[in-house]
T-cell receptor
């Protein structure tokens, strides 16, 4: 399974943008880049995913490097409710299950 | 409500008990998953089902027995558990053959006493 590397923790101030980095140098051509977040005592929540192009949705933006070996999740204006563990995961497709393997993730704290 | 419903939310059981966890989704997904999350640890994938067929068992002890009667329902039968099996058990579903995201339930917090 292709691996990702994320910082263990990051801090942000409320209402400021947050850039969460992820390295995935062994990514293959059929791996989608997924981001999830998990609040305490809850299941993970899907945030965004992409393959090659940058992606935007109501929650966040995903910037993917041209060589696909790294990506950045961008929260445009952090709120206290964005404090969570953020997981960057490579999801293989075109094989059974396309399973998600979680790492340690980045624990984001947001200061008022 | 995430689209994936897990019951019960909390469960306390003795080591000699038999209990079952239930997961239900009506999202039209064809793949379902069980994950275990112990305190301060990443999620561990336990089982994968595609179109009701088990396609992955990550060396899970036989005291955990999954069942998938149809694409919308998934069970995890528990018997003779150990205290170290206490954890948050999460169910998820997805369209297994696409790159789309998983939908997770809120989990069952299991305590084995």
């Amino acid at each position: 399974d292709a691996k990702t590397t994320q910082p263990n923790s990051m801090e942000s101030n409320e209402e400021e943008p947050v850039h969460l980095p992820c390295n995935h140098s062994t990514i293959s051509g059929t791996d989608y880049i997924h981001w999830y977040r998990q609040l305490p005592s809850q299941g993970p929540e899907y945030v965004i995913h992409g393959l090659t192009s940058n992606v935007n949705n109501r929650m966040a933006s995903l910037a993917i490097a041209e060589d696909r070996k790294s990506s950045t999740l961008i929260l445009h204006r952090a709120t206290l409710r964005d404090a969570a563990v953020y997981y960057c995961i490579l999801r293989p497709v075109y094989n059974q299950g396309g399973k998600l393997i979680f790492g340690q993730g980045t624990e984001l704290s947001v200061k008022p | 409500e995430t689209g994936v419903t897990q019951t019960p939310r909390h469960l306390v059981m003795g080591m000699t008990n038999k209990k079952s966890l239930k997961c239900e989704q009506h999202l039209g997904h064809n793949a379902m998953y069980w994950y275990k999350q112990s305190a301060k640890k990443p999620l561990e994938l336990m089982f994968v089902y595609n179109f009701k067929e088990q396609t992955e068992n990550n060396s899970v002890p036989s005291r955990f027995s999954p069942e998938c009667p149809n694409s919308s329902h998934l069970f995890l039968h528990l018997h003779t558990l150990q205290p170290e099996d206490s954890a948050l058990y999460l169910c998820a579903s997805s369209q297994g053959w696409t790159g789309d995201g998983y939908t997770f339930g809120s989990g069952t917090r299991l305590t084995v006493v």
